[in-house]
């Protein structure tokens, strides 16, 4: 699943970051003493989005939780809707200990259902000392901790050819009009500026959330994401005034709108960096580097690189992040398991494995930068972290479904037909305004 990582990143603060040793946090039953296998003869069942590479490596995660604890573990992909799989299992009796959830909606769902089992003292004392507030308040739901949010996304990263903008003469922006301007230069240059994935609308949502955030303020963007603001505010309308700026422009945008709207994901940064590049940049999260070095073998931090999305019209430079927030499930036949497993997932020792094996961002601030594989991945990891309580989470991924997160319908549908047409970003708002209504009543 493309989406998000959401599972789909991510400008960003450049802090120095007190980072401690990757040892395994004590306590609870993942430290047995003495080498002995606390868990031995039992078993664990976890249940993701994650297929492909992504669920080959959180598999060496999970290996290594075997190998401390002696627990077997085994990974059941449930594709997109999360929910509706495991809403099923658990009808049917089969219901998975542990599910690695990646929106905010869904882990409310979840609870509201009384499907989870708050997290263990031992696992909440790891999220206090290892995590910002903000993945708490992510991962809480009416005061309760149910989510340890285990991989993030960091989605205010533009991702760019070196050489493209070296053909051009133009060094990495620092500001949104700036980086309009530079766009021109590129494009004048021979390729286009940007290739946009108009044809998956989650791709236009994060555009429009980073330009919201950074335009309008954290305030007002966790209002609207709550739905305490309305979408017809005057702040919607200014950010969809500026994201049009860049749709409407035929010159930036290869293909234009219509080559916009038949691009998708992968393609967006085939575009880019596949073997006959047409567009010199491409906005979308971290997991764009796993794209173009898998897909189309660039060496990330050489052939491929990322600048912070830029700060918008003199506001701060925006952190939208998403991530998977690990649950346990009462109706799990192994829940002792279950809960063991998140405890391990809630130490650095745990995110180190993936960290490794690449593709990967951690929220846990104790995690050793120097476990990830590669430059890029380590400034984007301290990017994340360094952000603190300043990260938002992905707007449309705390949002319902039916608005937030359905394909041909709410903010996905609604935001193509702005990019299709962005001549009147009021009556753009007005259409996000009703559509939000209906599916925050519902």
């Known amino acids: 699943m493309m989406r998000r990582r ?89 219901a998975p200990d542990v599910v690695m959830v990646p929106q905010v909606g869904v882990l409310q769902q979840f609870a509201a259902k009384g499907w989870l089992k708050p997290l263990s003292k031992t696992a909440q004392q790891s999220v206090d000392s290892n995590f910002a507030n903000v993945w708490k308040s992510y991962g809480s739901v009416d005061g309760t901790l149910y989510g340890l949010y285990f991989k993030a996304a960091h989605k205010s990263t533009v991702w760019y050819s070196p050489d493209a903008l070296a053909q051009a003469g133009v060094e990495p922006p620092k500001s949104y009009d ?61 950010a969809l005034t500026t994201l049009g700026k860049l749709f409407k422009d035929k010159q930036l945008i290869e293909g234009g709108q219509k080559g916009a709207l038949n691009t998708d994901f992968p393609g967006s940064v085939e575009k880019v960096f596949g073997p006959k590049p047409e567009a010199g940049m491409v906005y979308e999260g971290d997991f764009v580097a796993g794209v173009a070095k898998d897909q189309f073998g660039k060496e990330i931090g050489k052939d491929a690189d990322f600048f912070p ?77 360094g952000a603190g309580d300043s990260v938002r989470f992905d707007m449309s991924d705390q949002a319902p479904a039916a608005f937030g997160g359905t394909k041909g319908t709410g903010e996905w549908k609604i935001l193509q037909d702005f990019l299709r047409d962005p001549s009147d970003p009021k009556a753009t708002a007005a259409q996000l305004e009703a559509a939000a209504a209906k599916a925050y009543k519902g």
């Open 6 to 94: 959401s599972t789909l990143l991510t400008g960003c603060t450049a802090l120095v970051l007190a980072l401690g040793a990757t040892a395994c946090g004590g306590g609870g039953p993942v430290s047995a003493g003495g080498g002995e296998k606390a868990l031995s003869g039992q078993s664990v069942t976890v249940a993701g989005v994650w297929s492909g590479t992504e669920q080959e490596n959180f598999q060496k995660v999970l290996d290594a939780f075997t190998e401390k604890t002696g627990a077997k573990t085994s990974f059941v992909s449930t594709g997109d809707n999360v929910s509706t799989v495991v809403g099923s299992k658990i009808e049917g009796g089969n």
């Open 178 to 238: 700036e980086m309009l301007k530079a766009g021109q230069t590129v494009s004048d240059s021979g390729l286009a500026a940007f290739s946009v994935a108009g044809q998956d609308g989650w791709t236009l949502t994060d555009w429009f959330e980073n330009v919201y955030l950074s335009q309008a303020g954290p305030e007002k963007y966790d209002a609207l994401a709550a739905h305490e603001l309305k979408w017809t505010d005057a702040s919607v309308v200014e």
């Open 309 to 385: 999305f830029p700060a918008v019209a003199g506001g701060e430079a925006p952190v939208v992040s998403g991530g998977d927030a690990a649950v346990v499930l009462k109706d799990g036949k192994n829940s002792k398991a279950g809960t063991a497993l998140l405890e391990y997932l809630a130490t650095p020792e745990a995110a180190a494995v993936w960290a490794e094996a690449g593709g990967f961002l951690s929220p846990n601030k104790k995690l050793d930068l120097a476990s990830y594989g590669d430059d890029v991945s380590r400034a984007t990891a301290k990017s994340l972290v």
